[in-house]
């Protein structure tokens, strides 16, 4: 792999709402190299989901071009894409998307299943990562049996188990308390230290952005700034 894992060159994203067209991403350019924890903060309506959505291959820009992986986007069928989003990069929520009736480790093994590893081996490998994330001994429990920062971490769990080189997280700690934020936080950088996971998350609170080692500031569809910030040390 180079060092262009993401590479977006003049990405444009409209959508039309009648007679009106809203610029959600405009005439973005960006490169991504491995290993990189960046933060993408902007107000409300910035266009921060839609990046994430764009370079994740979840929507198509209206003009430009979006290459993950040494793939160009625009070439791959939707089946192809299908397969590279459940194989090669995992998303973390706002709201956590965890299925209510699975337990923490039917829900971190449920993306294995579904790409036909063995069940045995799903198994092995899930109760692996829900001890990365500090919650062997949560693998039982339900959804509504953990508190908002485990349910996080089982998501997390569930994003890593198939190894992906990107994590896409869309205001992980959203929706979580200052402490269970912050060891939300504290879990991705030793996903980057460890790792080397790329990860990709889009915050509002300028504190979260701060574990990241680059900060893109978005305003109205562009990038207005992009800075390195150096990260936190763990
Ligand atoms: P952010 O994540 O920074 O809050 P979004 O990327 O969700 O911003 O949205 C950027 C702009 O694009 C907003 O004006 C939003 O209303 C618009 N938008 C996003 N998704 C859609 C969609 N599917 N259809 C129409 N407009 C959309
Ligand atoms: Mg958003």
């Known amino acids: 792999m180079t ?4 590479w977006l060159d003049q990405v444009t994203k409209e ?36 990046l994430l959505h764009l370079m994740s291959g979840l929507q198509q820009p209206t003009s430009g071009r979006v290459e993950l992986l040494g793939q160009a986007l625009a070439t791959l069928t939707d089946d192809q894409l299908t397969l590279l989003r459940r194989h090669r990069l995992g998303f973390v929520f706002q709201f956590f998307n965890l299925l209510p009736t699975l337990t923490a480790l039917e829900n971190v093994t449920l993306p294995l299943l579904m790409a036909r590893v063995p069940a045995r081996e799903a198994e092995r490998k899930g109760r692996a990562v829900l001890e990365q994330v500090g919650l062997a001994d949560r693998a039982d429990h339900r959804p509504d049996e953990l508190s908002g920062g485990q349910m996080q971490r089982v998501a997390i769990a569930r994003a890593l188990v198939t190894e992906p080189p990107v994590l896409f997280a869309d205001e992980p700690t959203g929706n ?19 790792r080397g996971q790329t990860i990709l998350m889009v915050t509002h609170d300028p504190k979260a952005a701060a574990y990241g080692d680059r900060l893109i500031t978005m305003r109205d569809g ?3 700034e992009d800075l390195r910030t150096g990260g936190m040390a763990l």
């Open 3 to 6: 060092d262009r894992l993401i």
């Open 176 to 194: 979580l308390d200052t402490v269970a934020g912050e060891e939300i936080l504290l879990l991705l950088k030793r996903m980057q230290a460890e």
């Open 15 to 50: 959508f039309r709402r009648g007679e009106i067209g809203v610029r959600a991403v405009d005439q973005v350019s960006l490169t991504i190299a491995p290993g990189e924890f960046v933060a993408i903060m902007g107000k409300s309506g910035s266009g921060k989901s839609t």
């Open 222 to 224: 562009r990038v207005i």
